[in-house]
């Protein structure tokens, strides 16, 4: 414990120091895809989860909160992402109970951005020819408690993200706890999200006919080559959240969250959200704000509602949420969870 403790405090120094930076860096990461919060449950809350926590959407927020699951869990989302564009993303996740040997996950992430028209400088309106993008996060998690107040989980993600006929591959990995404390009932989480190697973009798209050198008569002037591009930092970022649980009534409770992160490629933020659960779980109503203390942020109030209905031994839990965005329009997230 003491440790875990040692540990966490050198997260939080590190999370404050680097907030006298400077250099934002904002959008010079590949796969930003990885960024986009996942699951209506957590989105409606306003991504401040990590410590809450306790669904398969864990595989995405905090890979700790999977050890405490005891039911086999499936989800399935939708989110369709800005008013008018042809977005959406897609997450699949799977959770495992395997008892005393820890709890494992699998999930897949696809962001797909429909089909495209080809131009040219030729063909300004299009040359009749369509091509599309697409990104995708392959993961599996594992998780288990360390003592009956810390859990620990991992998550390795293959990425891959490609335009047209080329494409960008990459490895990442997920490492996060989660700390039932003793004060209050409050739990502290801290996680590092895509830790991982750099994407560079390669494929037919980028070759292209080389002349080796231009200032000889004679030579090759049809060399097959590939234009080379550089490499670019997966969106590292480090979070740590606070929640608590008030019990209101019988039957009724509401539980408050806060989230601090520091990405690798824009300032840091506060997201701070909140669910009201009714009638022993049946129905909830969340809300909260995300990127408060962003500069020029385009992110800001969430809302949505659930509704758990338990028929024998299987419970499915169908989720929405809302998400503002001041220029790009709105956003809507869909969920079905289903136990067993």
Same mark, same amino acid.
């Given at each position: 414990?003491?440790?875990?403790?040692?540990?966490? #405090?050198?997260?939080?120094?590190?999370?404050?120091?680097?907030?006298?930076?400077?250099?934002?860096?904002?959008?010079?990461?590949?796969?930003?895809?990885?960024?986009?919060?996942?699951?209506?449950? %957590?989105?409606?809350?306003?991504?401040?989860?990590?410590?809450?926590?306790?669904?398969?959407?864990?595989?995405?927020?905090?890979?700790?909160?999977?050890?405490?699951?005891?039911?086999?869990?499936?989800?399935?989302?939708?989110?369709?992402?800005?008013?008018?564009?042809?977005?959406?993303?897609?997450?699949?996740?799977?959770?495992?109970?395997?008892? #005393?040997?820890?709890?494992?996950?699998?999930?897949?992430?696809?962001? +797909?951005?429909?089909?495209?028209?080809?131009?040219?400088?030729?063909?300004?309106?299009?040359?009749?020819?369509?091509?599309?993008?697409?990104?995708?996060?392959?993961?599996?998690?594992?998780?288990?408690?360390?003592?009956?107040?810390?859990? %620990?989980?991992?998550?390795?993600?293959?990425?891959?993200?490609?335009?047209?006929?080329?494409?960008?591959?990459?490895?990442?990995? +997920?490492?996060?706890?989660?700390?039932?404390?003793?004060?209050?009932?409050?739990?502290?989480?801290?996680?590092?999200?895509?830790?991982?190697?750099?994407?560079?973009?390669?494929?037919?798209?980028?070759?292209?006919?080389?002349?080796?050198?231009?200032?000889?008569?004679?030579?090759?002037?049809?060399?097959?080559?590939?234009?080379?591009?550089?490499?670019?930092?997966?969106?590292?970022?480090?979070?740590?959240?606070? #929640?608590?649980?008030?019990?209101?009534?019988?039957?009724?409770?509401?539980?408050? %969250?806060?989230?601090?992160?520091?990405?690798?490629?824009?300032?840091?933020?506060?997201?701070?959200?909140?669910?009201?659960?009714?009638?022993?779980?049946?129905?909830?109503?969340?809300?909260?704000?995300?990127?408060?203390?962003?500069?020029?942020?385009?992110?800001?109030?969430?809302?949505?509602?659930?509704?758990?209905?338990?028929?024998?031994?299987?419970?499915?839990?169908?989720?929405?949420?809302?998400?503002?965005?001041?220029?790009?329009?709105?956003?809507?997230?869909?969920?079905?969870?289903?136990?067993?």
């Amino acid at each position: 414990m003491k440790k875990f403790l040692h540990i966490t #405090s050198l997260l939080i120094i590190l999370l404050l120091n680097t907030g006298f930076s400077q250099v934002t860096k904002t959008g010079t990461t590949a796969a930003k895809f990885l960024s986009i919060g996942i699951g209506p449950r %957590a989105n409606a809350m306003g991504g401040a989860f990590t410590s809450v926590v306790n669904d398969a959407s864990a595989l995405y927020w905090n890979p700790a909160g999977a050890a405490n699951l005891t039911d086999y869990e499936a989800m399935f989302t939708y989110t369709s992402l800005f008013k008018d564009l042809d977005i959406n993303l897609n997450y699949t996740a799977i959770v495992i109970p395997a008892g #005393s040997l820890g709890n494992f996950g699998v999930s897949v992430t696809a962001l +797909d951005y429909g089909d495209m028209n080809v131009t040219t400088e030729l063909y300004p309106e299009g040359t009749g020819e369509k091509f599309s993008a697409s990104s995708y996060a392959f993961a599996l998690s594992y998780a288990r408690n360390i003592t009956e107040s810390f859990t %620990a989980g991992i998550t390795i993600k293959y990425i891959s993200e490609k335009i047209f006929n080329s494409s960008a591959n990459g490895f990442a990995v +997920d490492i996060g706890t989660i700390f039932n404390t003793p004060f209050y009932g409050i739990k502290f989480s801290s996680i590092i999200t895509n830790y991982g190697s750099k994407l560079q973009m390669a494929g037919e798209d980028l070759l292209v006919r080389h002349d080796a050198d231009p200032t000889r008569k004679g030579n090759n002037e049809t060399v097959d080559a590939y234009y080379k591009t550089d490499k670019f930092e997966l969106p590292l970022k480090l979070q740590i959240g606070l #929640s608590k649980e008030f019990e209101l009534f019988e039957n009724q409770k509401f539980t408050l %969250a806060v989230d601090a992160a520091h990405p690798n490629d824009n300032a840091e933020y506060v997201n701070v959200g909140g669910e009201l659960a009714l009638f022993d779980n049946i129905f909830c109503l969340r809300g909260g704000y995300k990127a408060l203390f962003m500069e020029d942020s385009q992110e800001g109030l969430t809302l949505g509602a659930g509704l758990n209905y338990t028929l024998g031994i299987l419970t499915i839990g169908i989720d929405y949420a809302f998400q503002e965005y001041k220029f790009l329009g709105d956003t809507h997230s869909f969920g079905v969870l289903l136990k067993f």
